[in-house]
């Protein structure tokens, strides 16, 4: 076979994400740095080649715009009203959405059709020929002219026609100024309308309460009791990504360092246990403290003691004790109180597969490439503090390097994978990344990974023993714990966690299909638990070229373990390298918290249920294990009412004398051994009001938070094979008629008699983005006698793990997909957007294009997309498109399309859209694939990956949940009639049968 490549050609292999600062700064840096992923480009150029990779990451030298970019008049977003207000009644429009016409926007046919019809511009050149040895719809690469003339929007309604809801509409302009969020605006009351998109660009600003890129509610007004509630249909949970990366222009998390302070804790609540806060009131002087989450009156310990000042009774160290003044803190802690045992440094495991499936696929050589790329920067987290790692390769036994050598490791076997055991002690075992090194390199000539065929000793073996590896890995951190990555290219087949093909591929029967999303044996999700119970977290790389690996199964093990599961179907080194590579780059550097214990407390009359996400499993009442968390990592979970909310139990609060008085406070700790082995504790608390007036539910909900909770429940429902996917679209489909009906009911004027449909401004996109999730490869249906759409059995269960665990702008993006035109770029797309008053040009993120409505009517074949839905990019191009364009972009000399990103010689424009597609693989660390679907493809990837995303369009292909985005609202439409006219006629029974009662 091929050899495979050493080094990908022109391609960004890395996510720009911050180093910890441990890894690059010791001990004595405790403050993170400001976060900068899109810092000038040839200095990330350079700090590619100082690792020993490609010099890729983004074009170079941007050329400058025509004319500078245009200023809006205010943060995008930003008014003089709350989120939301008018001058008419909330949530009502001068022309309600009728759902009774013609479907808008609806394509001539089908989607899946030949011709897509669609208004098409002018071509940029004569129709592409073919030549042979191209990739599948490859046109000839002759140069040809392609003029960059700016279009109007694509999707902008006919005169006369209502606009339909869609996050397109939602997006600030190209090359805008990002908004400026302010958790508490002038430094008063948090308000009620919801923060901005978490998919849009903004900068959020800590002034009193936690931004929103840590903590999301469903709801930023919370109901007073639980009969509101219930009747607001609305999900009442909160999402957390507490270890989230600041964006360019915000400020990190600030540390309060109590090691100096005696060696003593954080102050805290004696009855609640709730850590200080901007809501905490002192009174008598300082003497004392009311706690705003339980009411309790306390002493103030020696240690915390500081007067106040007697015209505001703000403390008089209130400037410099950070968790006083902000919403998010990081103390540092020496109290022995906090360690449950001696911290220790980081250590890892890499196990990687060597058997035939990952050898001759060149898996195994980029897995080994990339954490020697990782090895040799001395990127390893928490590397400057002592950091380890050990490497376990497998096939049909297990095999274990011990790297104490001069220069050269050594390997020993353990055929016995029934019973797997490590026979090197951990000395030998963990090496430092200089000595790894050594490990790596044995490893490459041993299995000759660059060169198989020079393999000694015939093919690789056929076995794998995946299971064994892990259980390898587990005793071998079960005294210190830590972290394990599995790169895997094939179903385990021989010793523990062995797997017998059930079937898999595409399933028509909906109980077949629901057996198999089962596991087969509980052998992985025990593992994953026991290793979370020995703060042991699993992140899985499953990159195949067999039609079915039992996902199902396998990916159980990061899911109970607290990790992240990836499966790359199809998998070809000669594109997909890039891919693993950035998959375990990210994974590895995201690294930020081990150790960790994650604890929810709310304000009285609100209590925590259930949890989901990236966790181990909920110990000691709702105290909820996290072995290893990351940058990444989210938690989900749902708050209900036991009472009625109680707030301003103390009076006042730091901040103010009304600031935070009468709001809830809801606060998240956790506790964590960072990077440099010292132990930590992460708070954020946030104060949303509380109301009693329900079209303040509306008015304040965040649809992000509320898509991303009721996709986590239903993707639990289905993962764990309680119900078949019928009973689940119905749900979610019953559940979003439900919210829309009790806005109509309670919150439409009273007045209104219309009869068309009525959606609250903050809720408008709900029944999109249920439609997309309705279509999308977690929950749509197989298609009836085609083969458009199709969803493996291990694509669908990577989809709902991905819902599980996903942050909600990745959910949303899944939902609904962005698409942008790259064959006209607009004139700011590609560069830096305008930076805010004050904030450096450098930092700001690129400016991508404006959306394209999700349908085959804006297809043409002179036009070139490029759709994200979260987990895959899919680059579409028509038959018409552009040679020359296409030639700057790909690279087909090895048969298979594969991306040009900044590489020397390509002209502005294809440069643009390399900074674009950088950009959103940068963002993102769940896309796994990059997938060219041209118009045509004759392997099926317009078919099948492609057109699929265009949620708006009809398939007929779909005996269920098929519906065009227009059919759609006629079906939610007829729910919520439906639902008022059983209303009034069981209150014209109820009022007939009164007769008879005296």
Same mark, same amino acid.
């Given at each position: ?86 001058? &008419? ?131 930023? +007004?919370?109901?007073?009791? +639980? ?40 102050? =805290? ?118 950091? @380890? ?16 050598? !001069? ?8 055929? !016995? ?30 299995? +000759? ?28 951190? +079960? ?14 087949? /021989? ?43 699993? !992140? ?18 990061? =899911? ?58 909920? &110990?000691?009442?709702?105290? /909820? ?28 609060s730091m901040m103010s004398s009304s600031a935070f008085a009468n709001n809830v406070c809801i606060q998240c700790a956790i506790l ?5 082995? =010292? ?12 109301? #009693? ?15 991303a909770i009721m996709c986590m429940r239903a993707a639990n429902a289905a993962f764990s094979g309680s119900r078949v996917l019928s @009973? ?26 219309? #009869? ?33 759409? /199709? ?34 770029? !607009? ?44 987990? =895959? ?23 298979v399309y594969r991306l040009r990103l900044g590489e020397e010689g390509q002209g502005e424009i294809a440069m643009r859209i390399s ?27 317009? &078919? ?42 069981? @209150? ?11």
């Open positions: 076979m091929a050899q495979p490549p050493m080094q990908p050609q022109g391609t960004s292999l890395l996510h720009q994400r911050p180093l910890p600062p441990e890894a690059s700064a010791g001990l004595q840096q405790q403050q993170p740095p400001m976060y900068q992923p899109q810092a000038d480009v040839n200095s990330i150029a350079s700090g590619m080649s100082n690792i020993g990779l490609q010099d890729s990451s983004a074009p170079q030298n941007y050329p400058a715009p025509a004319q500078p970019y245009p200023a809006p008049e205010q943060p995008y977003g930003a008014s003089t009203q709350p989120y939301g207000a008018s001058t &008419q009644p909330y949530g009502t429009s001068t022309q309600p959405y009728d759902a009774s016409t013609q479907p808008y926007g609806a394509p001539a046919q089908p989607y899946g059709a030949s011709d897509y019809g669609g208004q098409r511009p002018a071509a940029y050149g004569a129709p592409a020929t073919y030549q042979q040895g191209q990739a599948p719809g490859m046109p000839s690469l002759e140069p040809q002219m392609y003029p960059q003339q700016p279009q109007e929007p694509l999707g902008s309604p006919a005169v006369g026609e209502p606009a339909l809801p869609r996050p397109t509409a939602i997006e600030p302009a190209c090359g805008s100024k990002r908004e400026i969020y302010n958790s508490v605006a002038d430094g008063s009351a948090p308000g009620v309308g919801p923060p901005p998109a978490s998919r849009n660009d903004f900068i959020g600003v800590d002034t009193g309460s936690c931004t929103p890129r840590f903590m999301r509610l469903t709801v930023n +007004s919370i109901p007073v009791d +639980s009969s509101m509630q219930g009747t607001s249909s609305i999900p009442l949970g909160l999402i957390l990504t507490p270890f989230a990366d600041p964006e360019p222009g915000e400020a990190p998390v600030l540390d309060v360092d109590l090691t100096t302070a005696g060696g003593g804790g954080p102050l =805290r609540c004696p009855k609640c246990n709730g850590y200080a806060n901007p809501g905490f009131r002192f009174v008598d002087s300082g003497n004392k403290f009311y706690c705003n989450l339980c009411g309790q009156e306390n002493d103030t310990p020696s240690e915390h003691m500081c007067a106040t000042n007697p015209a505001n009774g703000l403390r008089l160290d209130i400037d410099y004790r950070h968790e006083f003044r902000y919403g998010s803190v990081d103390y540092i802690v020496g109290n022995k109180d906090y360690f449950a045992t001696d911290p220790t440094p980081p250590h890892f495991v890499v196990c990687v597969d060597v058997s035939a499936s990952g050898i001759s696929t060149g898996l195994a050589a980029v897995a080994v490439q990339s954490v020697q790329s990782i090895l040799e920067a001395n990127a390893l987290p928490g590397g400057s503090s002592g950091a @380890k790692i050990g490497i376990i390769t497998y096939d049909q036994s297990l095999h274990f390097y011990d790297g104490r050598g !001069d220069g050269q490791a050594r390997v020993q076997y353990v055929p !016995d994978t029934s019973d797997p055991f490590i026979p090197i002690g951990p000395e030998a075992f963990f090496q430092p990344p200089e000595r790894a090194i050594s490990v790596i390199e044995m490893i490459s000539n041993t299995f +000759s990974l660059m060169d198989p065929s020079q393999l000694k000793g015939g093919p690789p073996p056929s076995g794998n023993a995946l299971g064994a590896a892990v259980v390898a890995a587990k005793q071998a951190l +079960s005294e210190i714990g830590g972290k394990v990555f599995v790169v895997t290219g094939g179903i385990p087949s /021989v010793g523990s966690g062995k797997l017998e093909r059930r079937g898999g591929g595409s399933v028509s029967s909906e109980e077949r299909e629901k057996a198999l999303l089962k596991d087969e044996t509980p052998f992985y999700d025990d593992l994953g638990s026991q290793m979370a119970e020995l703060q042991i977290s699993v !992140d899985m790389v499953i990159a195949t070229q067999q039609p079915y690996v039992d996902a199902a199964s396998l990916l159980r093990l990061p =899911r109970a373990s607290g990790g992240r599961g990836f499966l790359l179907t199809n998998f070809d080194y000669r594109k997909d390298d890039v891919s693993v590579r950035k998959i375990l780059v990210n994974a590895i550097w995201g690294v930020r918290a081990l150790d960790a214990m994650v604890k929810v407390r709310a304000s009285k009359g609100l209590e925590t249920g259930e949890y989901m996400g990236s966790f181990g499993r909920p &110990q000691r009442r709702n105290d /909820v294990i996290a072995p290893v968390m990351g940058v990444d990592s989210v938690m989900a979970l749902e708050l209900k009412h036991d009472g009625q909310i109680q707030t301003n139990l103390g009076g006042g964590y051994t960072d990077l440099a082995g =010292r132990r930590r504790i992460r708070v954020h608390t946030m104060f949303p009001p509380k109301t #009693t007036v329900l079209q303040d539910t509306f008015r304040s909900a965040d649809l992000d938070a509320v898509v @009973k689940v679209r119905e749900a979610l489909i019953e559940k979003t008629a439900h919210i829309l009906f009790v806005y109509r009911k309670f919150c439409n004027p009273p007045k209104s008699q219309s #009869t068309k449909l009525v959606l609250p401004e903050t809720l408008k996109l709900l029944p999109v983005m249920i439609l997309g999730i309705l279509k999308s490869a977690a929950f749509r249906p197989q298609p009836s006698g085609q083969n458009l759409g /199709v969803v493996s059995t291990d694509e669908r269960a990577a989809a709902l793990l991905f819902l599980s665990t996903a942050r909600p702008q990745d959910i949303t993006t899944f939902a609904y997909p962005r698409m942008v035109l790259l064959s006209q770029l !607009d004139e700011f797309a590609g560069f830096p957007r305008t930076p805010q008053d004050g904030f450096p040009p450098e930092g700001e993120p690129i400016a991508l294009p404006a959306s394209v409505p999700l349908s085959s009517e804006f297809l043409a074949d002179e036009r070139m997309f490029l759709v994200d839905n979260g987990l =895959r990019l899919v680059l579409w191009y028509g038959k018409s498109c552009s040679s020359e364009l296409l030639q700057e972009i790909f690279d087909t000399s090895t048969g900074a674009i597609i950088t950009r959103i693989l940068e963002s993102k660390s769940n896309l796994t694939q990059v997938i060219v679907a041209p118009s045509g493809s004759s392997d099926g990837a317009e &078919q099948n990956q492609y057109l699929p995303l265009l949620i708006e369009d009809k398939n007929i292909a779909l005996a269920q949940s098929g519906w065009s985005y227009k059919e759609f609202l006629k079906v939610a439409h007829r729910r919520i009639m439906d639902k008022m006219a059983q209303e009034r006629a069981q @209150k014209d029974f109820q009022a007939w049968e009164m007769l008879g009662y005296q």
